[in-house]
């Protein structure tokens, strides 16, 4: 895995996922910038945290729609007929249970017709995926976006979207992401169709060596210097089932 990154280069990277079909959007608004640095700030209590998260998705939900769709609908004002403009596509939201879920709300704050769909995943130690609950509507001819802060290994949204899929034949696959790394990037672009977005605020692939599974990723499969487990960050650290 060493060998394999050592040469490494961040533009030459994101061509070759352009020229595989698959288009990252590095999101730098100085809103979102500031909400990225509270994220990352370990003395963010939960509170904060999850209040980051949730205003994350309101402002990605505005960099995601800037290619939006739109269709004209007649209305009447107070004073005469007129028209205005309405989303075409329908959306389906998909926050990967937990950490997804304060940024869902966002995105469902802006956009009130959203349908949302709930996914649930367990990585093991091995760094394997599997899904243990989802409840999804069906998504055929709609836009999909799924919503996980880290995209870590890729692993769990390479496991999502194989879930989603038997819910019908989506219109288009879009990703949003806090923090991403290549080895995560590179994975989901084995998967995921031809003409996937993939939306994130920060690339993270300064830190690397020969423990690392690539630039940005250590060997436990976390984000560096990432922010932290942010399921944990936002709810807690749960515990395990006692066996009786």
Not at 191 to 217: H, Q
Request: with cysteine; hydrophobic share 40%; charged share 25%.
């Amino acid at each position: 895995m060493y060998n394999e990154w050592k040469k490494y280069n961040r533009k030459k990277f994101l061509k070759s996922l352009e020229r595989k079909g698959m288009q990252v959007h590095l999101i730098t608004h100085p809103l979102i910038l500031e909400e990225l640095t509270r994220l990352r700030d370990k003395s963010t209590n939960r509170f904060e945290f999850r209040h980051s998260l949730r205003r994350m998705g309101e402002l990605l939900t505005y960099e995601l729609l800037r290619f939006g769709k739109i269709k004209k609908i007649p209305l009447v004002t107070p004073l005469g007929k007129s028209h205005g403009y309405k989303l075409e596509d329908g959306y389906v939201v998909v926050p990967v249970l937990r950490a997804g879920v304060p940024i869902a709300e966002g995105f469902n704050a802006m956009i009130s017709s959203v349908e949302i769909a709930f996914v649930s995943c367990w990585r093991d130690k091995d760094l394997s995926v599997v899904v243990e609950y989802a409840k999804v509507p069906d998504i055929s001819n709609k836009q999909v976006i799924i919503i996980d802060p880290m995209l870590a290994t890729g692993h769990s949204l390479c496991a999502v979207y194989e879930t989603l899929r038997r819910f019908g034949k989506a219109k288009s696959w879009k990703i949003l992401a806090v923090i991403a790394s290549p080895v995560g990037l590179k994975e989901i672009s084995k998967s995921f169709p031809k003409g996937t977005d993939v939306f994130i605020c920060a690339l993270d692939d300064s830190a690397f060596g020969k423990d690392f599974l690539g630039p940005g990723l250590n060997s436990h499969g976390y984000i560096v210097p990432g922010l932290g487990d942010a399921g944990d960050r936002a709810y807690g650290s749960p515990l395990k089932l006692s066996k009786k």
